[in-house]
């Protein structure tokens, strides 16, 4: 996701050479390739006026699922404040949480998060039992029972051929439970056959999901028919396709 298990956070030499080899999507140079100015492009820095919140009057939490290094986290962040002077009320009232499974990325992006008081940085597997408890203990500090939004960029896909289709609708479901408004990119089918691709290129064992996937084809259209259908969110804005051919879609909450 720009994540991964413990046992998959040691990074081979041949996988520093192939962005695509870590089989968690827990790349060690992800922001090098895909930097988060190729989706901050496409978000308007009034997005969260857009879907209703007001931070120079309330606080605000954004959760990042997946985060890898945590740059995007940050740029998003800086993208949101964007015209508003150092210490300003929406610079205090706006918080963002990032997670990810691979401890590695977290700690690095700890080490270089220049905003601790707004910023956060966890080690968290989202598919894990203990999952939602970690992530309403952090929303009870400011007395919320849901993050006003979540960004979940490219990280359906590491869910869904590592741990298969009930895992993936069972992902979409928990993001949707924490959260008022959701900012899904899925990675579309052609991405699947190039993650198993360069998996079978180092030698490596084929993700074991793959091939017995029913889910297939549309992966957007599929997230948003479980999202709608199951998960009481509709869509209200598509923000277009990064460089990657990759929709960013944002739900809300009915």
């Known amino acids: 996701m720009e994540a991964s298990s413990s046992n998959m956070s040691l990074v081979t030499a041949e996988e520093k050479k192939d962005p695509g080899a870590a089989p968690c999507g827990n790349f060690i140079n992800y922001y090098t390739f895909n930097p988060p100015e190729n989706r901050l492009s496409l978000i308007p820095n009034t997005l969260l006026e857009d879907v209703g919140y007001h931070p120079d009057r309330e606080s605000?939490?954004?959760?990042?699922?997946?985060?890898?290094s945590g740059d995007l986290s940050i740029a998003l962040y800086k993208h949101?404040?964007?015209d508003q002077p150092p210490g300003s009320?929406?610079?205090?009232r706006i918080h963002i949480l990032g997670f990810d499974l691979d401890q590695n990325l977290i700690l690095r992006a700890q080490n270089s998060n220049p905003f601790p008081q707004n910023i956060q940085f966890i080690p968290l597997d989202i598919t894990s039992e203990d999952s939602h408890t970690k992530l309403a203990s952090y929303l009870e500090?400011?007395?919320?029972s849901r993050f006003h939004l979540c960004c979940c960029f490219s990280v359906t896909m590491w869910v869904h051929l590592n741990h298969g289709d009930a895992a993936l609708l069972a992902f979409l479901s928990r993001i949707a439970s924490v959260c008022e408004c959701l900012l899904l990119e899925a990675q579309p089918w052609k991405c699947y056959r190039s993650a198993a691709r360069r998996l079978r290129k180092l030698g490596r064992s084929d993700f074991d999901h793959?091939?017995?996937l029913e889910i297939r084809g549309d992966?957007?259209?599929h997230a948003k028919e479980h999202l709608e259908k199951q998960c009481g969110m509709e869509l209200v804005q598509s923000f277009g396709s990064t460089l990657w051919d990759r929709s960013l879609l944002l739900f809300k909450r009915r």
């Open 141 to 144: 500090k400011f007395g919320l």
């Open 80 to 82: 949101v404040l964007q």
């Open 89 to 92: 009320d929406r610079s205090k």
């Open 219 to 221: 992966m957007a259209a």
């Open 60 to 68: 605000v939490l954004m959760l990042d699922v997946g985060c890898n």
């Open 210 to 212: 793959f091939k017995t």
